[in-house]
T-cell receptor, first 115, second 111 residues
Framework: DTEVTQTPKHLVMGMTNKKSLKCEQHMGHRAMYWYKQKAKKPPELMFVYSYEKLSINESVPSRFSPECPNSSLLNLHLHALQPEDSALYLC??????????????FGPGTRLTVL | EDKVVQSPLSLVVHEGDTVTLNCSYEVTNFRSLLWYKQEKKAPTFLFMLTSSGIEKKSGRLSSILDKKELFSILNITATQTGDSAVYLCAVSGGGADGLTFGKGTHLIIQP
């Protein structure tokens, strides 16, 4: 298995809803990432998990809550989002965060719309 | 603040043309530069460059890095309509660092 999968593909939620995005990889990668991409903009880093521990949080608001239950799975829990949080949410993984040189491989993304 | 600048931001050429996309960077901690192609959804990995002067090649695509002048170029020869996409350049500080992306070059290949 050489890919990163994300579910759901699309999500529409109200500002009072609680939902979760899921990311999975079975490549044995030990670092996983969440990026947010607004229309016509490049991806922006949100969180990094290295060996299942949160290693980078790019000052993301607390209405986004990441979770890494095991080395293959990464979740992003969403609560009380704002319409400006509507974006494509991309998950990525890389083989070994202890190496200097790491390609990151991206999942297909979840397109989130907040009403 | 880390900066990755791509040029041009958009480019329209005809099928068969050769294009050169540019990426310059100013970052505090550099380990590698990566190129991605993004169509409708996720960025797909093209190249990772870590050493100056060594060309990476894959079919009609090639890329090279100049660590002294802090830039990279991506060349596409004999372009096809399927090459139409946004090409993203990103820099990594290594380890588990996230990527810092440029704004991308939106390439359109006309038949």
């Amino acid at each position: 298995d050489t890919e990163v999968t994300q579910t759901p593909k699309h999500l529409v939620m109200g500002m009072t809803n609680k939902k979760s995005l899921k990311c999975e990889q079975h490549m044995g990668h030990r670092a996983m990432y969440w990026y947010k991409q607004k229309a016509k903009k490049p991806p922006e880093l949100m969180f990094v998990y290295s060996y299942e521990k949160l290693s980078i949080n790019e000052s993301v608001p607390s209405r986004f809550s990441p979770e890494c239950p095991n080395s293959s799975l990464l979740n992003l829990h969403l609560h009380a989002l704002q319409p400006e949080d509507s974006a494509l949410y991309l998950c990525a993984s890389t083989q070994d965060s202890r190496r200097s040189y790491n390609e990151q491989f991206f999942g297909p993304g979840t397109r989130l719309t907040v009403l | 603040e880390d900066k990755v600048v791509q040029s041009p931001l958009s480019l329209v050429v005809h099928e068969g043309d050769t294009v050169t996309l540019n990426c310059s960077y100013e970052v505090t901690n550099f380990r590698s530069l990566l190129w991605y192609k993004q169509e409708k959804k996720a960025p797909t990995f093209l190249f990772m460059l870590t050493s100056s002067g060594i060309e990476k090649k894959s079919g009609r695509l090639s890329s090279i890095l100049d660590k002294k002048e802090l830039f990279s170029i991506l060349n596409i020869t004999a372009t096809q309509t399927g090459d139409s996409a946004v090409y993203l350049c990103a820099v990594s500080g290594g380890g588990a660092d996230g990527l810092t992306f440029g704004k991308g070059t939106h390439l359109i290949i006309q038949p």
